[in-house]
């Protein structure tokens, strides 16, 4: 008889890394609304200015987030609640993308840096369109549960039969349908940090580590006899 076992599988690799982000976030408080408003789009101005400077193209330059919100502060006073108001945070983040091969990266982020615009600064790495390691990847995983399940097969006494059914799960941040893979982000605050032990950090950022797991069902086939039952299960 026929009967079948769920075997997840798993594998881990690197890929390049192909593109470089820079993330720059624009944060701040004012005591009127609309002291807010004017003074974020005021320092995004600046940014963009720094950029285009830099001789990155504006249709290059991306506004991700717009925020103003009103801040308070709770306390409490013998045993009543209240609340205290400080005022009105904006963020703005503003994001730059470039091919990972584009050089002077290390000049371009130390001159945003050194501008004083941004309260914060992040160079993320990323992959895409990597199609043909995701494919490697993912005969890896397969072979993986496949050697699992010819164990279990072993300790069953049963013959391990064809793959009948797979589940996919991506992890680390990995989405197949975009072909865009895993993000190492790092945050700088300093010039410095550009630079560690004579090496740029964007050298950090040429291989990113990705995994993938898979769940397959297996068939398992008894040579005992038609009326043998077989333990079904699932095994990580």
């Known amino acids: 008889m026929k009967s079948s076992i769920k075997i997840m599988g798993f594998a881990r690799g690197k890929v390049k890394a192909n593109i470089v982000k820079f993330k720059m976030d624009i944060n701040g408080r004012c005591d009127i609304y609309k002291d807010a408003v004017e003074q974020s789009l005021n320092r995004s101005a600046a940014m963009l200015v720094v950029l285009k400077g830099l001789g990155i193209e504006e249709e290059n330059i991306i506004a991700r987030k717009y925020e103003i919100s009103r801040m308070t502060k709770t306390l409490w006073k013998q045993g009543d609640e209240t609340e205290e108001f400080l005022g009105y945070g904006y963020t703005r983040r503003i994001e730059v993308k470039f091919p990972a091969e584009t050089e002077n ?15 914060k600064f992040y ?56 072909r865009r893979w895993g ?54």
Request: net charge negative.
């Open 105 to 119: 990266l290390e000049f371009i982020a130390s001159k945003i840096l050194q501008c004083g615009v941004a309260d």
């Open 123 to 178: 160079v993320e790495f990323y992959a895409e369109n990597k199609k043909s390691e995701e494919n490697e990847l993912l005969k890896l995983a397969i072979k993986d549960s496949k050697e699992k399940a010819k164990i279990a097969a072993e300790q069953l006494n049963v013959t391990l039969g064809d793959m009948v059914q797979v589940e996919f799960e991506w992890s680390n941040g990995i989405k197949s349908m975009q």
């Open 183 to 236: 993000e190492t982000m790092l945050d700088i605050e300093t010039v410095e940090q550009i630079q560690l032990d004579n090496s740029s950090i964007f050298l950090l950022g040429e291989e990113i580590e990705i995994e993938q797991m898979v769940r397959i069902v297996w068939n398992l086939i008894s040579t005992e006899g038609e009326n043998e039952s077989i333990l079904c299960g699932e095994m990580v």
